[in-house]
Every structure is written in C-alpha cells, then in structure tokens.
C-alpha cells in the first residue's frame, strides 16, 4: 500500500508542477452543465491531482483487501490440509515430528547411515547390512570415491 501511495503522490505532485508552472494560462473549460471560464491550469492540476490520489487510494485499498482475502483462505487451506495430514498419520502410527525430537528438546540430527533418530542408527548399525559393493575398473579401484558423510565436508552436497 505503501508503495502505491509513494508513486500516486509523485504523479500529483508532478501534475501540480505543471499546473504551477503554467498558471498563467486560463483556459474555458466546457462541460456538459456548462462552462467554467477563465479557468487556471493550476486548479485544474490540482483537480487532476486529486482525483489521481483518490483513485490511487481506492484502487490501493482494494489491492489490500484482496490480498488479506487471498493470504486468509490460504491459512484455511493449509490448516485443513495439516489436519488431513495429522489424523492421517495417526491412522498410520507414524511418528510426528514432535514425536522425534530429542528428549533434551532438540531436533533429531540425521546421521550419514540416513537414520533419523540416533535409536535408528544404532539399529542400522547393529544389522550388520554391508553396503553393496562397487564395480571395479580394469585397474583393481572402485569405479567411483565412497560418499562422503555431510559432517565431513562441511555441509557441501554432491
């Protein structure tokens, strides 16, 4: 809104630099009750000016109000589709995300296995599952270099 007033006050103050620069002039001003005459071009500057501040105004306002309307019904929308999402999961004995997070209050942190509880990853771990092996060049190396743990280099994806 508030950038809409800044350009409708500019476009007046430019109307009414004109109209100022031009006061001199008079001019008869016809209109279908009858005519104005000797009318100055800075009162009708300042009209103009007027009536574009208005306008601006109104049609700033009804941009706001739309948007509030739109940003409102998405809020509905999402709270209704997490409600979806809740009782779906709760059908489902899935583990919510406040159901993950640490005993101490923080986050679950993945670790490199891709578990998302350290309960998992110690399960993994335990599996004994080996990972599957590389196909190997002519030269005895694996084709490709062993992933490396995000941890490990600083956050940067491959």
Partial sequence: ??????????IAIALVCLGAVNHDRSVDFDY???TWTGVSMLWLAVIA????????LVAGGSAAVHAAGDRHKL??????????LRA?????????????????GEA????????????????????????PAEPET????AASAPPVAPEQDGGATA
């Fill in 1 to 10: 809104m508030r950038d809409i007033l800044v350009i409708v006050v500019i």
């Fill in 32 to 34: 279908f009750f009858g």
């Fill in 49 to 56: 000016a007027a009536l574009v501040v208005g306008v601006g």
């Fill in 75 to 84: 809020e509905r929308e999402l709270d209704a589709t997490y409600t979806r």
């Fill in 88 to 104: 779906a999961e709760a059908q489902l004995g899935v583990a919510t995300p406040a159901d993950v997070a640490a005993p101490s």
């Fill in 108 to 131: 679950a942190v993945e670790t490199s296995s891709g578990a998302e509880t350290p309960g998992e990853a110690a399960v993994e771990a335990s599996s004994g599952a080996e990972p």
């Fill in 138 to 141: 002519g030269d005895g190396q």
